[in-house]
């Protein structure tokens, strides 16, 4: 009798762990394959002069936008964290970007033109943008703004170049 007792109690055993063992599998190949998007980083502007804060996030693929755009809308919202100002001011939108021979074409909406207490000098604004892109991007070797539709950064190369 004692010996028909062990035998369901290893069976019990059996049964249990190969569930556990089963539910361990799926979790894990579920974790491996949907995975949490991909790394990039955000760099943004401290609220204290001359500063910069880094910020990490994990970006979903998303069907509707390439990487380079959805990341940069994700920019254009700002810093989840405290104590940063936005790069451009608010409202700001991503109106087309492709990416060409190495050369990002990215039109903005002209509510980047609006100044506000809360964000950069367009000038420190654009480098930034372009800084952030790079970092996260290899295939960009070279950006081309334009504001609503129109060339936004000669002006910007002129008075880069004269430093």
Not at 1 to 25: N, R, Y
Not at 82 to 100: D, H, P, V, W, Y
Not at 137 to 147: A, G, M, Q, R, T
């Given at each position: 009798?004692?010996?028909?007792?062990?035998?369901?109690?290893?069976?019990?055993?059996?049964?249990?762990?190969?569930?556990?063992?089963?539910?361990?599998?799926?979790?894990?190949?579920?974790?491996?394959?949907?995975?949490?998007?991909?790394?990039?980083?955000?760099?943004?502007?401290?609220?204290?002069?001359?500063?910069?804060?880094?910020?990490?996030?994990?970006?979903?693929?998303?069907?509707?936008?390439?990487?380079?755009?959805?990341?940069?809308?994700?920019?254009?919202?700002?810093?989840?964290?405290?104590?940063?100002?936005?790069?451009?001011?608010?409202?700001?939108?991503t109106r087309s970007c492709?990416?060409?021979?190495?050369?990002?074409?990215?039109?903005?909406?002209?509510?980047?033109?609006?100044?506000?207490?809360?964000?950069?000098?367009i000038s420190e604004a654009?480098?930034?943008?372009?800084?952030?892109?790079?970092?996260?991007?290899?295939?960009?070797?070279?950006?081309e703004i334009f504001v609503?539709?129109?060339?936004?950064?000669?002006?910007?190369?002129?008075?880069?170049?004269?430093?």
């Amino acid at each position: 009798m004692k010996s028909q007792i062990d035998t369901k109690e290893k069976k019990s055993f059996l049964i249990i762990f190969s569930a556990i063992f089963v539910c361990f599998l799926i979790s894990l190949f579920v974790l491996i394959f949907s995975g949490q998007g991909k790394k990039y980083s955000f760099i943004f502007p401290s609220v204290d002069k001359g500063e910069y804060v880094v910020e990490t996030r994990f970006l979903p693929e998303n069907s509707q936008k390439d990487e380079i755009t959805f990341y940069i809308d994700e920019l254009l919202l700002g810093s989840s964290l405290e104590r940063t100002k936005m790069i451009f001011s608010q409202g700001t939108t991503t109106r087309s970007c492709f990416l060409r021979d190495g050369i990002l074409y990215l039109d903005l909406s002209a509510e980047l033109l609006k100044s506000s207490s809360n964000t950069i000098l367009i000038s420190e604004a654009f480098e930034l943008l372009e800084k952030n892109i790079k970092v996260n991007f290899n295939s960009v070797k070279e950006l081309e703004i334009f504001v609503d539709g129109k060339y936004a950064l000669e002006n910007f190369k002129k008075n880069k170049s004269l430093k």
